[in-house]
């Protein structure tokens, strides 16, 4: 059964740093491109970060390149976002999310709110 469990969520200040973490299950972990997804109220969900299978790169949104640093480990069937200079825009659901090198399979978590307000 494949299991995707986000956490690290929660309420910061503008300027501050959080990190989310998901760890996963039931499937291949270290085959797989692992990404962090985001849906803001009343908006569509958007790509964040990816980090593809080798964990020797990693693929960032615009709006989060320089801010947000996404890592895995693959030892540990873990991926990670690192969230810096948050900012009341970067507020939402985010989601983990695995998907297959030929994209035949695509695993969602159930969401981590992050909220940045002070």
């Known amino acids: 059964q494949v299991q ?5 969520g929660g309420l910061v200040q503008p300027g501050k740093s959080l990190t989310l973490s998901c760890e996963a299950s039931g ?24 980090s593809t299978p080798a964990a020797g790169s990693a ?15 693959n030892a540990y069937n873990a991926v990670y976002l690192q969230m810096n200079s948050l900012t009341p825009e970067d507020t939402a659901v985010y989601f ?3 998907r297959s090198p030929r994209g035949e399979y695509d695993y969602w978590g159930q969401g981590t709110q992050v909220t940045v307000s002070s």
């Open 4 to 8: 995707l469990v986000e956490s690290g």
């Open 59 to 73: 693929n960032y949104a615009d709006s989060v390149k320089g801010r947000f640093t996404v890592s895995r480990d």
């Open 27 to 50: 499937f291949t972990f270290s085959a797989y491109y692992m990404s962090w997804y985001r849906q803001a109220p009343g908006k569509e969900r958007e790509l964040v970060a990816t």
């Open 96 to 98: 983990c999310n695995a």
